[in-house]
């Protein structure tokens, strides 16, 4: 009985170090450089044809959805909501509907845009605060009624030295509470490929408060695409602001000769996007074309 015990626990032994073994070559390394993340950002609003906003979130391709676009014209006040004839009567509840379903939905300002001394920066500020977050400053009209979003994106086209985005943000991180503890206003940027940036780009970033930055490698630098030069672009924005969140921006439009093939997302742009510590994810530029090709269903799984 004694040499039975005696066996029956060596076996037991020889049992858990292979399973110790087995788990040290099988078990994947922890998320850091190398690591997918499953973050997927999408783009939303510029086609009326795209379908609607919950429709976007219950593809359960998207892990956050920007809205585009906000234009503004700081110097004179003005401010244009512009979603391309989308019935905003019903983005409200959608917003709400893709929230719950943990869908965070921000809104992106740009493409035409001037914020050209500090009080144009606050009052933009005020007009984000009252519309579309918190506030309800009497007069200020909101477009999707009591719904909260969840962040803005500063789409860092245009500009000039004199424009101040940096203090858009600072006052964007002073409230930094969506709808209660816990809950954060996502701050992001979405810049062109080309590294160093523009001045007011680099004054922006500079405050060092951005959650994440989309780097685009479309409709962006000649130099600087998915064809040519992207990589070396991406291990300088990665590198100049180690505590972002960095996205490879892709557009999905397969027409665009700066498509690339999702097997190259796979085999190219993926592992080498990985291979720094604060990869992010991948944005697709939009969800009208990610409609066309189902382009976010192959790419997923890589990001």
């Known amino acids: 009985m004694a040499s039975l015990a005696a066996r029956s626990r060596r076996l037991a032994y020889l049992l858990a170090l292979l399973f110790v073994v087995a788990a040290l070559f099988l078990t994947p390394p922890a998320l850091a450089a190398g690591g997918k993340t499953g973050q997927v950002t999408v783009f939303w609003g510029r086609n009326k044809a795209k379908g609607s906003l919950r429709e976007a979130c219950d593809s359960g391709m998207y892990t956050m959805v920007t809205m585009s676009f906000l234009d503004v014209f700081g110097a004179n006040g003005k401010y244009y909501l512009d979603l391309s004839g989308h019935d905003l009567s019903s983005v409200g509840a959608d917003i709400k509907h893709c929230q719950f379903k943990g869908v965070p939905v921000s809104l992106s300002i740009?493409?035409?845009?001037?914020?050209?001394?500090?009080?144009?920066?606050?009052?933009?500020?005020?007009?984000?605060?009252?519309?579309?977050?918190?506030?309800?400053?009497?007069g200020v009209p909101r477009p999707f009624g009591d719904a909260w979003l969840d962040g803005?994106?500063?789409f860092l086209e245009h500009g000039t030295s004199a424009d101040r985005y940096d203090v858009l943000a600072l006052e964007l991180a002073k409230h930094n509470i969506r709808g209660g503890p816990g809950k954060p206003l996502h701050l992001t940027a979405t810049v062109r490929c080309g590294y160093p940036p523009a001045a007011h780009v680099g004054r922006a970033l500079a405050t060092g408060i951005f959650e994440r930055v989309h780097m685009r490698t479309y409709e962006s630098d000649k130099c600087c695409n998915q064809n040519l030069g992207w990589e070396g672009s991406w291990d300088k924005w990665t590198a100049a602001y180690p505590a972002t969140r960095f996205y490879v921006g892709l557009t999905v439009d397969d027409k665009s000769n700066q498509w690339v093939h999702a097997k190259n997302v796979y085999y190219s742009v993926a592992p080498v996007a990985q291979k720094k510590d604060n990869y992010g994810g991948i944005m697709l530029w939009d969800r009208y074309f990610d409609k066309q090709t189902n382009y976010s269903s192959l790419i997923k799984y890589y990001a």
Do not use: M
Not at 110 to 138: C, E, I, V
């Open 110 to 138: 740009g493409t035409s845009y001037s914020l050209p001394s500090n009080r144009s920066a606050l009052d933009l500020f005020d007009h984000l605060w009252n519309s579309y977050f918190g506030g309800s400053k009497p």
């Open 152 to 154: 803005v994106d500063l």
